[in-house]
């Protein structure tokens, strides 16, 4: 793989080489190659001696290496902290309705990693994921310089996708759908930061967007937010139009600024794009999501005039009325403990910043009054990464959506779990938090009751103890905030679930996740 090799890792490529050439062997052989978490030390590592590296010179032998051709795409592509994923469904969803063949892009996956490669607003396909997946096995796997040449589990996605949008026979993969024209949008959301991105291998761009600037995978972006600034709009290339919000701090707009003329993009300035109007109506919850909107609106716009295309304000309407993307600001309904019982509602969201967990916290309180006590009960589940600072999200969280103090009556329980598929991965890091956790509670809740707390080494067993929580309290709400991601084996176990729940996922821990 891109690192040294050991003896485990030899041993895995070769395995995997040997597996059946279905979805079920695909998805064996794409765990094992370098997880997200190990590219990312690699890389922190390259840049404490080359501060200019970028993956481009890998990206494009690994390019030639499966014979992918991207030198005539025709790119969108979306950087920022928040938002940006949020950004790309809603171009998507708008440009489907100008009968537009899209290939979307994002990541990560919630439930299965299927997800980050779209066409047309539906995820590709099982036999078509092991299509191009073992294709490209098969070039890597053989043209390899030492036992583990092969891609990341990141760079190996996003070449899976550029395979699929470049080779992809519409009439095959979409048989009923009729098509206004040959052109394939490529809609494309940044991993992390932007200039040194895998996804920014692509010769040309024809629309950039950037979303909120906020402070986040500082170790690799610096830490002040123009140097985050400087990073994410890497992104530009020559000639490109650029949008951004025009939420970003002016220092932030002057990085944009001075970017856009150094990158050269059209007319060498960067476009500012306010919130959605409100003669716009979106499905998508959140005061947040309106200012996603409003980018993904101008952008796509622009898109559409510039190959050409009239633009019809009823399409656009519909467009932005069914964009969905699933656990940001979302709520759902009608969760069972029982065929008799449906009291429970979940709130999700993807917060994994200060600032978007109070954006989340906003937009719960919106949709509940948390000082009024209807005899409740109100959970908290948390986990977050060991490189976040879980005490200032805690904070956050205790102070704004669940303290004793201001009238709030605070939390009765709170549940510390890992973020393991199918695996107890221990409890150590999760007794941190729980003691940070009581820490909060002297700080902030001196005159409050002390919630219970417990602790799990798999998010299995965290939401196991939701749900015997909430039979136990039957006829009451339980209430669950999530600063965690919730596995894929752990879906049925919330569609059974009697709650009303806020979940704020972290969406960049290491794991597939169901919305969340």
């Known amino acids: 793989m891109e690192n040294e090799a050991t003896e485990d890792q030899i041993k895995a490529i070769n395995e995997a080489n040997d ?56 790119v969108i592509h979306i950087t920022g902290t928040k938002g940006k994923g949020s950004t790309c469904a809603i171009i998507d969803s708008i440009l489907r309705q100008f009968s537009l063949p899209t290939f979307l892009f994002t990541s990560p996956n919630l439930v299965h990693p299927r997800e980050r490669l779209r066409f047309c607003g539906q995820s590709i396909s099982k036999p078509l994921f092991a299509l191009h997946f073992w294709k490209l096995w098969d070039s890597f796997f053989s043209t390899r310089s030492h036992p583990c040449d092969m891609p990341s589990y990141f760079r190996y996605l996003t070449l899976m996708f550029f395979s699929f949008c470049t080779t992809s026979d519409l009439s ?58 400087w990073e994410k709009s890497g992104i530009f290339k020559p000639g490109c139009f650029a ?101 429970i509602k979940l709130y999700l969201d993807g917060a994994h910043t200060i600032n978007s967990v109070r954006e989340c916290i906003k937009w719960y309180k919106s949709k509940h009054d948390i000082k009024e006590d209807k005899g409740e009960k109100r959970v908290l589940m948390f986990n977050c990464k060991q490189n976040r600072n879980a005490r200032e999200l805690m904070r956050e969280v205790w102070k704004e959506g ?33 003691e940070i956790w009581g820490e909060l509670e002297e700080e902030y809740g001196k005159e409050g009751k002390k919630a219970e707390t417990v602790v799990y080494g798999m998010i299995g067993k965290g939401l196991d103890d939701v749900l015997e929580y909430g039979r136990k309290n039957k006829g009451r709400r339980v209430e669950l905030i999530s600063k965690s991601r919730l596995s894929s084996d752990c879906t049925l176990q919330l569609e059974c679930m009697k709650a009303e729940s806020l979940v704020i996922a972290d969406q960049h821990a290491a794991v597939n996740t169901f919305p969340g």
Request: proline share 3%.
């Open 19 to 74: 597996l059946p050439r279905d979805y079920d062997g695909a998805m064996k052989g794409l765990n094992c190659l370098m997880s997200n978490a190990a590219s990312i030390a690699n890389w922190k590592k390259e840049r404490t001696t080359n501060k200019e590296a970028t993956a481009e010179a890998a990206m494009n032998a690994l390019l030639k290496r499966s014979n992918i051709d991207i030198s005539n795409l025709s």
């Open 172 to 229: 095959q993969i979409s048989p009923s759908s009729s098509f206004s024209t040959a052109l394939r949008p490529i809609i494309l959301e940044v991993g992390i930061g932007g200039r040194t991105d895998p996804t920014n291998i692509t010769p040309q761009t024809e629309v950039c967007g950037i979303n909120i600037i906020d402070y986040d995978h500082c170790e690799l972006l610096g830490n002040t937010l123009e140097s985050i600034a």
């Open 243 to 343: 949008f951004s919000v025009d939420s970003q701090t002016k220092e932030v707009q002057k990085v944009l600024e001075d970017r856009a003329k150094e990158k050269q993009v059209f007319n060498n300035q960067i476009t500012y794009t306010p919130t959605l109007p409100s003669n716009y109506h979106l499905t998508l919850d959140g005061a947040f999501q309106r200012d996603n909107a409003g980018l993904a609106l101008e952008i796509t716009k622009q898109y559409l005039t510039h190959h050409k295309i009239a633009i019809d304000e009823d399409k656009i309407k519909t467009g932005l009325y069914n964009a969905k993307w699933p656990g940001r600001a979302m709520e759902l309904n009608n969760i069972k403990l029982s065929k008799s019982e449906d009291n």
């Open 402 to 434: 669940g303290a004793s103090k201001g009238g709030n009556k605070g939390w009765d329980r709170v549940v510390f779990c890992n973020v393991g598929v199918g695996e107890d991965l221990g409890t150590e890091w999760q007794e941190k938090n729980r």
